[in-house]
């Protein structure tokens, strides 16, 4: 098993007042050489908008794009003629495709919002853009794993246009389970949501990343009451970017 170990105090931070982001890998004004992907897990944003602020219309393109919130709502509205309002215990999946514009607002007056904004290279470009919003709930589970994405339309959770797949993992201390991976050459990045946990012989605090590949399967233990997300992505890159 290989690892790599992002501990949460390295990564790269901004804070523009109305807008406050850590960035596990490169991210505008944050560029690390050693830091710009785990296979095609692009960005891993950990965001607080402070209220009555948020992100203006922008671009995208070829990108698939999840955010999932922590704290508060976030209101989402694009080109294709989409306006929604996404709150914690939901998830949100952009396909950006051949082109898609967006805005993402904090409208609440009395509370921040904090959410992941994740970004995933898509398995091949110039797909048609899509958004899907979806509350996870009813699906959630005390000491197990909850899917929440996967590459395909009919299983649980949201879809994307790569063979990825997402899990939140809920533990009480001392409780763990055995991860074990989906498709041959994907690696995990787990990124700890609070708590703490051991994977391996390493201990995660909050915010703390670990990317896992070269393994069928690795055990998670729980050290603290811990919420861990764990982001399961190919760790080839697709030809197009090669």
């Known amino acids: 098993m290989k690892t790599v170990y992002h501990k949460a105090d390295s990564r790269g931070h901004a804070n523009h007042g109305w807008l406050n982001s850590y960035h596990t890998f490169s991210f505008a004004g944050y560029q690390n050489p050693e830091r710009t992907h785990f296979g095609v897990l692009r960005v891993l944003n950990d965001d607080t908008v402070s209220q009555g602020m948020g992100f203006g219309t922008h671009p995208h393109k070829d990108m698939e794009i999840i955010s999932i919130p922590l704290e508060g709502d976030l209101e989402h509205k694009d080109s294709m003629g989409t306006t929604a309002v996404i709150k ?40 048609e853009p ?11 589970k005390d000491n197990g794993f909850q ?9 649980a959770g949201v879809w994307i246009h790569q063979d990825a797949w997402f899990n939140l993992g809920k533990f009480t201390k001392g409780n763990g389970k055995n991860y ?35 393994t069928q399967s690795f055990n ?23």
């Open 147 to 155: 899917q929440i994405l996967s590459p395909n339309k009919n299983d």
């Open 180 to 214: 074990m991976f989906n498709k041959k050459g994907n690696g995990v990045y787990a990124f700890v949501l609070k708590g703490s946990a051991k994977i391996g012989d390493r201990v995660l605090g909050e915010r703390d990343g670990l990317g896992i590949w070269d």
């Open 88 to 127: 914690k215990g939901e998830i949100q999946v952009m396909s950006a495709g051949t082109g898609v514009q967006h805005s993402e607002y904090n409208k609440n007056k009395d509370e921040a919002v904090k959410f992941l904004q994740i970004w995933v290279f898509p398995r091949e470009v110039g797909v």
């Open 130 to 140: 899509r958004y899907d919003q979806i509350s996870i709930t009813d699906g959630a």
């Open 220 to 242: 998670i233990e729980a050290t603290e009451d811990t919420e861990i997300l764990l982001m399961e992505v190919p760790m080839e890159l697709p030809s197009y970017l090669k």
